[in-house]
């Protein structure tokens, strides 16, 4: 999932985190959904990578809180 390319350009999140939010976004992706096809899927998945970035820059670090909170939008 392409977390990075959903930050705006003036973003001040560092490369650990972006990897953080990446593997979380990842990892509940494939408990919620598996690894079918993401095609049909975009659209929810470009909300999803969004949604994790707002968290991240409102401070959430914790890679377990953010893969659950990624799960929970998922389902």
Not at 26 to 49: F, K, M, T
Request: proline share 5%; with cysteine; net charge positive.
């Amino acid at each position: 999932m392409a977390v990075e390319s959903r930050l705006p350009s003036d973003h001040v999140l560092a490369p650990e985190t972006i990897s953080a939010l990446t593997a979380a976004c990842e990892d509940a992706w494939l408990e919620v959904h598996g690894r079918g096809s993401i095609a049909p899927h975009r659209d929810l998945r470009d909300r999803l990578a969004k949604l994790m970035t707002a968290i991240a820059q409102r401070g959430q670090r914790d890679p377990t809180k953010l893969r659950a909170y990624a799960v929970t939008f998922l389902r």
